[in-house]
């Protein structure tokens, strides 16, 4: 083990529920002092503003975002994206918090053995390896695609985010553009997420959530999309589309959402959009199929958000 | 110290802050019912209820567990069982029974929601299937589960009726039942071992020293004596020591110097020119066997073992009649070629070994699928004698070929104990189960079939090269000679050996590829014919078990009212397929029938892995005397009993019914003339009386040859192949102690799914499986191994790929999350239909079931396919991104 990557593997590291650090530490990719994070009133629990907006504590279970009710009325494709990941056991342990900070599920990354520019490595082993599973928008020096569903459905809703440091930080202030290999976010050492603050929905929103698998459930998305739209009089209006599970960050879809945007929600207009999901994608050698499968999300999507 | 409550009992937690709930509970509490199986809340087989909801023990902080409840599966149906279990042990919701304290967990907690927010209605498949989401049963009980969760919740299970058709199910769903990794003597040992990190590589130092120095440890070399590592995986040393971390410890201070060698990695690189050579002349005996049998001799050229085309007929003439055929442009002729994955076999209980010694005499537990064979390979290696070595494996979580074998766990176990003069477990973890604990070999096949003139099969041809990493012996082609008959065949069959770890057996070795690409051909060759799929076999496939099943399949509904091909995004589609094994027993196989205290024990070496041995018997020998199952007491899982069979190739039902009824009839004879007192006149249970009252007799019986007097058509398939045929079946006698007898096990599916044109997913709507193997000794087990075939062979479809580093040969998929097998909820309809006939010869009548089962499925799945897009998908698993690429290639052509 090189130096850089002992120096990177013992860092601290917080833990809410550790459905991710558990299995990190077990398998030697996390090897410094734990800081368990004890939840107060203000990091746990969903709260409402008198605006109608929300704020959810960074220890809100994913399963009380899955279930609540208000939320499922107010952002459902926040609670459609909760519902969505993992498995029962996983979202009645996990955090919100622990979900947007969680490391990369990159099977280099995941083998203690093989070195990576996420472990103090210098290049990406994936990119010239097996990437089946990577991204199809290639923006940075590590090719896995950011794991947490919920930063993808949180960007659609343009949250921002507190942490113990900074307030209102977009999810891209805490996650990059993808161009930094190295980390999964941008948090600085020892720097916490307490809450998620969500601006007041819009009238008449309406929003979808989906991922693309193999199986029926339980499996980390090929590709997933958000999105998020007022149909006015036939007509798309705030139309925000995200994308997760092909670039190093979630992604905003905005050439479909353009395409969408003040048109009529009819079928040529939605085909059109849903060609436009890959503006700017840069497929690896194997990736090539999640560029099909978020075209046929969008398309998916958006018709039955118009229906 | 903070405390927990687990089960109603106050217990502390340590402050070790990376010791998790489930080490509490296995480790510090010895409740061995819940399971460690991926260690990351995939599988969910650790599942314990906490303040009553269902989470995955193998992730939580213990100390998170701080004054919460903790309930594991030991506590429920403590005071009387939860309508769950009971529904479990009565649709016979479980095979090995690895995962089934997880879904037990889960599905009491689920139906306990349920009822109280919805009484007793029926929730859907949809919604059972969300609720165990997080489940994995490697056997496929998910049929059974789907019926057992919506009848407990339906309150059918409320009362006192507890009936169960697996004898050992209520262990299995109380989390009492023991297996290997469950084993704790006093002073254990935890046992880890050292792996290559190189793909090939000299080993030129290996000092030990180090960790022995570390208090407590014990070390060994596993290195051959050529000092070469051929894979990344490679076991080089292994350490024992009170506990893992230790353990760790010691691996980390072994100091290893290598020489690093030239690798290669896979089929397509392996059998490259001038490629680096994997075994030398002098190391090719160190290859593993990819096979059920021991091979015979074949060529082998640098990395490249064959052509084995023993099984060729007129081989010349068929590549002739192709090439003629080819020239032609010859519509009618089938070209293709195929490719299959690596199938890992995943079992859900890791390969374990619990070695002890006491003085000179050694006990082994061990996660294996051969207890006596593994006790006289043991004796043999070790210079044992063989009544001083004892092999235990009372429950097995699974096996399915990868455990029939002497292996590294073993040795491991053994050679450490013998150091350390402790027990010394050795339990793989996930990462090495899915990497070097064996595999069904990928495998390409070029195919070329053709019809003959007059609409006969005139001449077919397959190409196979399987995967076999650092083994041989690998027969693929080779089975497509025992069906459909030609006027030739040419069949060739090679290994492409590479740095990778060694295949094993895996359920019908080589049927499955086979089956894949032989029955597309087939199934195209139906197309251009203009002949329905189902007549054309039941043209060329003389096998009269196929063709009773022919007819059954060509019965359905399902198949009559098959829809021409559709447009729009969602297409559904119907395909079948052919599948069969050979049925084979093993000679010398001893039964002992005996009353001890008045009850029937029956006795043999052989074991059960959730194939349901231990009830074949005991339902057989209760049929015999009007008892019920319960009545018999069965005992397996120990070398010491007479010897049994392994339970592989699907042989253990043929091996032990014979003897058992043959002792059946002797040991009535014996208790009647012992019986001093004949039954009441008019006696409803004469047997249970005869045998309360009688004395200690013990009969045993060994099974002899089956009956010469077959029915038309029943034959050794090995006797058409003619001479080579009979070299064949000398041979697995001779070396592999198997007998290959009359008729051939079969198994014919029609399956329907739904392909997602835009999403690439294809849904498995409904199934019909056929399945011929004789007289069912066991019903309900017998429907769930059908089904349990079915659906591991959906996962070869459609889901399971090992992927590798290509430069490395690192095995990526080492986890449950990258390995993806199939969940309940990708379980479809399952409708099994036993054609009971074709084994009269059999005493008993009834062969064994679970290979031939799962040959045909991922052909079917295809040809499904095939029907729903019009495009034919040549290799598997057929995943969305297969699927879209294939759609594409279609609208780019």
Not at chain 2, 13 to 24: S, V
Not at chain 2, 650 to 667: G, N
Request: aromatic share 4%; with cysteine; charged share 20%.
């Amino acid at each position: 083990m090189s130096v850089a990557t002992a120096e990177v593997l013992s860092a601290p590291e917080f833990r809410a529920a550790g459905t991710d650090l558990s299995e990190r530490r077990r398998s030697g990719l996390s090897c410094g002092s734990i800081i368990d994070l004890t939840a107060s009133p203000d990091t746990i629990g969903i709260a409402w503003n008198e605006d109608g907006s929300a704020r959810i504590g960074a220890l809100t279970a994913i399963a009380a975002i899955a279930s609540d009710a208000r939320l499922a009325q107010a952002y459902p494709g926040i609670a459609a994206a909760a519902q969505g990941l993992a498995t029962p056991q996983i979202r009645h342990m996990a955090t919100l918090g622990g979900n947007l900070a969680q490391r990369s599920r990159c099977w280099y990354f995941r083998n203690p053995q093989i070195a990576c520019l996420k472990k103090g490595g210098s290049d990406c082993p994936a990119r010239a390896g097996n990437h089946l599973y990577h991204v199809a928008f290639d923006l940075g020096p590590c090719v896995a695609p950011h794991p947490s569903t919920m930063a993808m459905a949180l960007l659609a809703y343009d949250a921002k985010i507190v942490t113990d440091r900074r307030s209102r930080l977009s999810i891209t202030d805490l996650l990059g553009d993808g161009s930094d290999g190295a980390a999964d976010n941008l948090l600085a050492a020892g720097e916490r997420i307490e809450r998620i603050e969500l601006p007041a929905p819009l009238a008449g929103e309406r929003a979808l959530y989906k991922r693309a698998i193999s199986r029926t459930h339980a499996e980390w998305p090929l590709v997933e999309i958000c999105v998020r739209a007022v149909i006015e009089r036939g007509v798309f209006r705030e139309v925000h589309i995200t994308a997760g599970g092909i670039a190093p960050v979630p992604l905003r879809l905005a050439a479909s959402a353009a395409a969408l945007q003040g048109k009529p929600a009819d079928a040529a207009t939605i085909a059109q959009a849903a060609e436009l999901a890959t503006s700017g994608a840069k497929p690896l050698p194997m990736t090539g199929y999640k560029l099909d499968l978020l075209t046929g999300l969008v398309r998916d999507l958006v018709e039955r958000l118009a229906v | 110290m903070s405390t927990t409550t687990i089960n109603g009992r106050v217990e502390s937690l340590p402050d070790d802050p990376d010791a998790l709930l489930i080490d509490i509970v296995r480790d510090q509490l010895k409740l061995t019912g819940t399971k460690l199986v991926c260690g990351a809340g995939v599988c969910g087989a650790c599942t314990v209820l906490v303040d009553g909801a269902p989470v995955a023990s193998c992730l939580m902080p213990a100390h998170a567990a701080a004054g919460k409840a903790v309930t594991t599966v030991e506590a429920i149906g403590a005071a009387g069982l939860h309508p769950v279990q009971k529904a479990f042990m009565a649709h016979d919701a479980l095979q090995c029974g690895f995962c089934t304290p997880g879904f037990i967990v889960e599905a009491t907690a689920f139906c306990d929601r349920w009822r109280a927010t919805r009484g007793t209605a029926v929730p859907s498949r949809e919604e059972i299937g969300a609720a165990l989401s997080g489940h994995l049963c490697r056997c496929g009980a998910y049929d059974g589960i789907f019926r057992a969760v919506a009848d407990a919740c339906a309150g059918r299970f409320d009362g006192d009726n507890v009936a169960a058709p697996r004898i050992e199910a209520r262990d299995k769903v109380t989390g009492a039942a023991k297996y290997t990794v469950d084993i704790n003597h006093d002073g254990q040992l935890e046992g880890l071992i050292l792996r290559s990190r190189e793909a090939h590589a000299r080993i030129t130092a290996l000092d030990l020293a180090p960790a022995r120095a570390i208090a407590g440890v014990a070390a060994v070399s596993l290195l051959g004596d050529d000092r070469i590592v051929r894979y990344v995986g490679e076991p080089i040393a292994a350490v024992a020591a009170k506990d893992r971390k230790t353990a760790l410890a010691a691996l980390a201070a072994i100091k290893l110097s290598s020489e690093r060698l030239p690798a290669v990695v896979g089929l397509d690189a392996g059998r490259k020119d001038g490629a680096p050579v994997v075994f030398d002349k002098a190391s090719r005996k160190r290859a593993g066997n990819v096979s059920e049998a021991a091979g015979g001799p074949a060529p082998w050229k640098q990395n490249i073992r064959g052509p084995t085309a023993v099984f060729s007929t007129r081989a010349k003439k068929a590549r002739n009649w192709v090439d003629e055929a080819r020239q032609a442009n010859n519509k009618l002729l089938v070209e293709a070629t195929f490719r299959t994955a690596t199938q890992q076999h995943a079992c859900l209980e890791p390969h374990a070994a619990v070695a002890r010694f006491d003085g000179d005499r050694l006990t082994l537990h061990a996660s294996t699928q051969q207890v006596f064979h593994l006790k006289e390979q043991i004796a043999k290696r070790y210079k044992l004698d063989h009544d001083k070595v004892r092999v235990i494996a009372e429950h097995v979580g699974g096996g399915f070929g990868s455990k029939a074998s002497l292996g590294t766990e073993t040795i491991a176990a053994i050679e450490l104990a013998r150091e350390a003069k402790a027990p010394v477990r050795v339990a793989y973890d996930r990462q090495e189960e899915l990497s070097v604990a064996g595999y069904r070999p990928a495998a390409e096949l070029k195919v070329a079939l053709l019809p003959s003139d007059k609409g006969g099969l005139k001449a077919l041809s397959v190409t196979a090269h399987a995967d076999t990493g650092a083994a041989t012996n690998s027969t693929i082609a080779g089975l497509a000679r025992l069906i459909y008959p030609a006027e030739a065949k040419d069949l060739s069959d090679f290994d492409v050996i590479s740095n990778l770890p060694p295949g094993a057996a895996f359920r019908g070795p080589g049927g499955p590829p086979m089956a894949f690409a032989v029955e597309q051909a087939i199934d195209e060759a139906a197309l251009r014919l203009k002949v329905d799929p189902i007549a054309l076999r039941k043209r060329w496939d003389p096998d009269p078990n196929r063709q009773r099943l022919y007819d059954w399949a060509s019965g359905l509904e399902l198949w009559r009212n098959r829809k021409p091909a559709q447009n729009g995004r969602y297409r559904r589609g119907i395909g079948m397929a052919t599948g069969y094994w050979l049925y084979l027993w093993q000679p010398n196989v001893k039964v002992e029938v005996a009353v001890k205290g008045g009850r029937i024990v029956a006795s043999t070496a052989t074991q059960d892995i959730g194939t349901g041995s231990r009830s074949v018997l005991a339902d057989t020998i209760a049929r015999e005397f009007d008892l019920e199952s319960a009545d018999i007491d069965v005992r397996i899982g120990d070398s010491s009993l007479p010897e049994g069979p392994g339970s592989g190739g699907s042989r253990v039902t043929a091996s032990v019914m014979p003897p058992t009824l043959q002792a059946v009839r002797k040991l009535k004879a014996a208790i009647l003339e012992q019986a001093t007192r004949k039954p009441a006149p008019g006696s409803n249970a004469p047997w249970r009386e005869l045998i309360a009252r009688s004395p200690d007799i013990a009969v045993t019986e060994t099974r002899g040859e089956d009956g010469k007097n077959t029915a038309p058509g029943i034959r050794s398939p090995l006797r058409e192949v003619g001479l080579m045929g009979m070299v064949f079946g000398w041979m697995m006698r001779r070396f592999s102690n198997i007998a290959v007898g009359a008729g051939v096990p079969s198994s014919v599916q029609v399956i329907e799914v739904e392909v997602d044109t835009w999403l690439g997913h294809v849904r498995v709507i409904n199934v019909h499986t056929g399945i011929a193997v004789g007289k069912i000794a066991a019903p309900a087990l017998a429907h769930s191994q059908a089904c349990g075939a079915v659906i591991q062979g959906l996962g070869y479809a459609l889901y399971e790929a090992r992927e590798l580093d290509p430069t490395s040969g690192d095995v990526l998929t080492a986890g449950m999350e990258d390995y993806r097998i199939p969940g309940i909820a990708d379980t479809p309809e399952i409708d099994v239909h036993f054609d009971e006939a074709g084994f009269d010869h059999v005493l008993g009548n009834s062969v064994g079931i679970g290979e031939a089962s799962t040959v045909p499925t991922s052909a079917a799945v295809a040809n499904a396919i095939h029907d729903a897009i019009g495009v034919r998908l040549t290799e598997i698993p057929i995943r969305p991104d297969r699927i879209v690429a294939a759609l594409k290639g279609r609208d780019a052509a």
